[in-house]
C-alpha cells in the first residue's frame, strides 16, 4: 500500500473511526460506560529514537505503540514506516484492529506501531539499526500473549526477522510467535504475503453473489499497487475480471480493454512502478477513482473517498482493501448512491488473520500447507461476511454500520464475560 494524497483537506482519522463507532453503537442496547469503555485506547506510546546513520552522527527519530484493547486477547498490528505518520493516525489504525479482528472472530485486541521515516532514504543498515531499537525500546510491550507487531505499509518480512531476532536476544531465546508476517524459514506462514488480497477477492465474491453479479468480465479499478493491491489484481485476473485502471505513489495507467496484469506485475517488479507500462494512458489519482466500473478497490490509505469526490463515484461495489479510505461524509453519499461497500474491517482482514494462523502454528510449532491455509481463511471471511450481511438485512443499515455492529457486540459480550476488575 502506497500513500495517494486526498484532494481534501486533511481530515483526522481517528475522529472518523470514532464516528463509525458511535453510529453503530447507538443501535445497540449497551451500557453507556462500557460503551466508553471499549471505545476509549488503552495504551499510546510516543518514544524517540537515535540512530547512528551511515554518513556519521545521529538522527532522531518518532516512533509509536499503540494498544487500543486487550480485552479478546493480545493486542495485535501492523508497524509503518511513513514520513506521515503521527499518533491520531496510529490511534485510528489500532481501533480498527480490534473492530477486524472482532470482525472475524479471531482471539485478538487491536494495536498499531509507526515511525516517522522515508524507507526509501534510508539505507538496509539503517533500517536495521532503527528496526532494532524500535524494539528494545518498546519490548516491554510486546510478547505472544501481550502485543503482536505485523507489516504494514512499508515494513515487511525482513523487518519482522529483526524485531523477532531483537525480541529473542533480550528473551535469551528463540521467541517465534512475537511476531507475524516473518519469513517462512523463520516461522512464517505460507499464504502469508498473498492473504489480504485474497480476503479481498472472497468477500467480492460473497458480494457478487447476493448482488446477482458475475466476476469473470468485471471491470476493476485499483488504487495502490503494494502487496495488497498487486495481489488483489492478480487474484482478480485469475477469476476472468478486467482489470482496466491501477496506480501506484507515482501515478496511475489506464486501458478501457484491460491490463495484461501477468506482464504488469513483472514490470512493476523491475521499474518499481506502474508508471509507463506500455499500451496505457497515464490517469491521475482523482480521475482513476473516479472511473466507471463494477469493482473498485482503494488499496492505498486513508481518507481518499471523502465528500468532494463521493458523488463521482460510479462502481457498483467497493471494496476497502485500505483501512480507512472512505470518510463518513462519504458514507452518506455511497449510499444514496446505493454502492455496496465492503468496509475496511471486513474486507482486507484476510491479511490479520492469517497472521493469527502463523501466530497460532508458532505456538504449537507445527506448520500448515499453504492449500490449509488457503482453506481455512475462506472459511473464515466467508463466515465473516455472512455474519455482517445478516446483520445489515436484519437491522436496514449498510454494510460498515453492521460489520461495527457485529465487533462492538463480542468484544461486549467478552467483558460481560471476565466483568471489570477493580
Request: with cysteine; aromatic share 6%.
Amino acid at each position: 500500500m502506497h500513500k495517494i494524497k486526498s484532494a481534501d483537506l486533511p481530515i483526522s482519522v481517528f475522529e472518523n473511526v470514532q464516528i463509525q463507532f458511535d453510529e453503530a453503537a447507538k443501535r445497540l442496547n449497551i451500557e453507556t460506560g462500557i460503551l466508553e469503555l471499549i471505545k476509549s485506547t488503552k495504551r499510546a506510546v510516543e518514544i524517540n529514537l537515535p540512530v547512528e546513520m551511515d554518513r556519521g552522527g545521529l538522527k532522531m527519530f518518532t516512533g509509536y505503540r499503540v494498544q487500543h484493547s486487550i480485552i479478546r486477547g493480545p493486542s495485535k498490528g501492523g508497524i509503518r514506516y511513513h514520513p506521515d505518520v503521527n499518533l491520531d493516525e496510529i490511534k485510528a489504525l489500532a481501533a480498527w484492529m480490534t473492530w477486524k479482528c472482532a470482525v472475524v472472530n479471531i482471539p485478538f485486541g487491536g494495536a498499531k506501531g509507526g515511525v516517522a521515516c522515508d524507507p526509501s532514504k534510508m539505507s538496509q543498515g539503517e533500517l536495521e539499526r532503527l528496526t532494532r531499537r524500535y524494539t528494545a525500546d518498546l519490548i516491554e510491550l510486546f510478547g505472544p500473549e501481550v502485543d503482536v507487531p505485523a507489516p504494514d505499509v512499508n515494513t515487511n518480512e525482513q523487518i519482522m526477522a529483526w524485531i523477532m531476532d531483537t525480541y529473542s536476544m533480550h528473551a535469551r531465546h528463540t521467541v517465534r510467535s512475537v511476531v507475524t508476517g516473518k519469513p517462512v524459514e523463520m516461522g512464517g506462514s505460507l499464504g502469508r504475503r498473498e492473504a489480504t488480497g485474497k480476503g479481498v477477492l472472497i468477500t467480492v465474491k460473497e458480494a457478487a453473489k447476493h448482488l446477482h453479479m458475475h466476476l469473470s468480465g468485471s471491470t476493476v479499478v485499483i488504487q495502490g499497487f503494494g502487496n495488497v493491491g498487486s495481489m488483489t489484481a492478480k487474484f482478480f485476473n485469475d477469476e476472468g475480471s478486467k482489470i482496466i485502471a491501477v496506480s501506484d505513489v507515482y501515478g496511475g495507467i489506464y486501458n478501457s480493454k484491460g491490463l495484461d496484469v501477468p506482464k504488469l506485475l513483472e514490470y512493476v517488479a523491475k521499474k518499481k512502478s506502474v508508471v509507463g507500462f506500455p499500451k496505457t494512458h497515464p490517469i491521475n489519482n482523482q480521475k482513476l477513482l473516479e472511473l466507471e466500473c463494477d469493482i473498485l478497490i482503494p488499496a492505498a490509505l486513508e481518507n481518499q473517498i471523502t465528500k468532494a469526490n463521493a458523488h463521482r463515484i460510479k462502481t457498483k461495489i467497493l471494496a476497502e482493501g485500505a483501512n480507512g479510505p472512505t470518510t463518513p461524509e462519504a458514507d452518506k453519499i455511497l449510499d444514496k448512491k446505493k454502492v455496496f461497500v465492503i468496509p475496511d474491517i471486513l474486507c482486507n482482514a484476510g491479511g490479520v488473520t492469517v497472521s493469527y494462523f502463523e501466530w497460532v502454528q508458532d505456538r504449537m510449532g507445527y506448520y500448515w500447507t499453504e492449500d490449509e491455509v488457503n482453506e481455512r481463511l475462506e472459511n473464515i471471511m466467508t463466515k465473516a461476511f455472512q455474519d455482517v450481511l445478516e446483520m445489515s438485512l436484519k437491522h436496514k443499515v449498510n454494510m460498515r454500520v453492521a460489520a461495527f455492529m457485529v465487533a462492538i457486540k463480542r468484544v461486549v459480550d467478552v467483558i460481560k464475560l471476565r466483568g471489570i476488575y477493580a
